[in-house]
């Protein structure tokens, strides 16, 4: 008899998952670490389990964002800056993913957490939950006499700006809070002048050398 209560409990828990119309990977619960000054996106993926089209709608239950921490979310429809709590993704082809990013970026060493509601539209009682965590540590190599560093940071609008210290031939990519690249250059000069054509807000530069990856924060007022 506790053998099969045992197994009703797991039968009935299985069905649960899957009733929703979608399952979730690689877990409920994401952890990345992040140097400060880096750039970090974390993802969690939701396939539709049924035989048609799929819409899951999101909610934000909570969120811990010391200070020195910016942040965005993306789902299978858009991009968002940090005043959205809630969305709708686009449709999820049957055995299709669907997706919540939280792009992060911090200069303080302390941790962030996001925990959000994703549920099927149509079956909104069947609310399942996913969370991100975020550790910021220090970045070592902003230690070194040679970072990458940007001046003047912040900046007004239509200030010039540079970059320093950057490495031969480096690939410098500039993206706005919503992670759309705004610009591309090829470096190739110690220092990178860029004329002050950037409207006001907060931005993330890329920049690649050989096959190393580092991001700044560029912040326009």
Request: hydrophobic residues 40%.
């Amino acid at each position: 008899m506790r053998y099969l209560y045992i197994l009703f409990i797991s039968t009935l828990s299985f069905s649960f998952s899957f009733s929703q119309g979608f399952s979730v990977s690689p877990s409920h619960s994401n952890s990345a670490t992040i140097q400060t000054n880096e750039y970090v996106t974390s993802q969690i993926l939701f396939t539709n389990t049924t035989v048609d089209s799929l819409f899951l709608s999101w909610n934000l239950l909570e969120k811990i964002t010391p200070i020195g921490w910016d942040y965005s979310y993306c789902d299978y429809n858009s991009c968002y800056d940090a005043t959205k709590i809630e969305g709708t993704m686009a449709a999820i082809p049957a055995g299709g993913n669907g997706f919540i990013k939280v792009n992060v970026m911090t200069t303080a060493e302390s941790w962030s957490y996001f925990k959000f509601s994703v549920f099927n539209v149509s079956m909104p009682e069947l609310a399942d939950t996913v969370e991100f965590w975020f550790n910021g540590i220090a970045n070592i190599k902003e230690n070194s006499k040679e970072a990458i560093s940007i001046y003047p940071n912040p900046i007004e609008a239509g200030d010039d700006w540079t970059i320093k210290n950057l490495p031969l031939n480096s690939t410098v990519e500039i993206f706005n809070s919503l992670g759309q690249k705004i610009g591309k250059t090829i470096q190739a000069s110690n220092n990178l002048s860029i004329d002050g054509n950037i409207p006001k807000g907060v931005y993330i530069l890329k920049i690649q050398h050989n096959k190393l990856i580092e991001t700044r924060k560029l912040i326009v007022r």
